[in-house]
Nanobody, 130 residues
Framework: QVQLVESGGGLVQAGGSLRLSCAASGRTFSRYAMGWFRQAPGKEREFVAAITWSAGRTYYADSVKGRFTISRDNAKNTVYLQINSLKPEDTDNYYC???????????????????????WGQGTQVTVSS
């Protein structure tokens, strides 16, 4: 059973930094892609960043390039999202997700569509005060 557990959210002032963690278990994720999404109440889930577990290839939403960094630690089965220069508009619930590639293949580029991510964590809240 796949489990994704996020942590690291909190209340921070604008300009500050946070590092979100996503601990993954229950599967061998070497062929998977891992993504971070965010969502505010009443709004659609928004893609933030993604990474292929094996090669570490990354992909970012234009709105976060230069401020967000996604990475993974294979030994710890953990994916991170480093968020710098936080802005009030970054306030959201942040979700970690895992996407299994088509049978017999691996993700060469991590997907950005939430629809191809099968497994989701419970979310961690990030609140940025101005």
């Amino acid at each position: 059973q796949v489990q994704l557990v996020e942590s690291g959210g909190g209340l921070v002032q604008a300009g500050g930094s946070l590092r979100l963690s996503c601990a993954a278990s229950g599967r061998t994720f070497s062929r998977y892609a891992m993504g971070w999404f965010r969502q505010a109440p009443g709004k659609e889930r928004e893609f933030v960043a993604a990474i292929t577990w094996s090669a570490g290839r990354t992909y970012y939403a234009d709105s976060v390039k230069g401020r967000f960094t996604i990475s993974r630690d294979n030994a710890k089965n953990t994916v991170y999202l480093q968020i710098n220069s936080l802005k009030p508009e970054d306030t959201d619930n942040y979700y970690c997700a895992a996407s299994q590639p088509p049978f017999g293949s691996s993700w060469s580029t991590p997907p950005r569509s939430a629809s191809v991510y099968e497994y989701w964590g419970q979310g961690t809240q990030v609140t940025v005060s101005s």
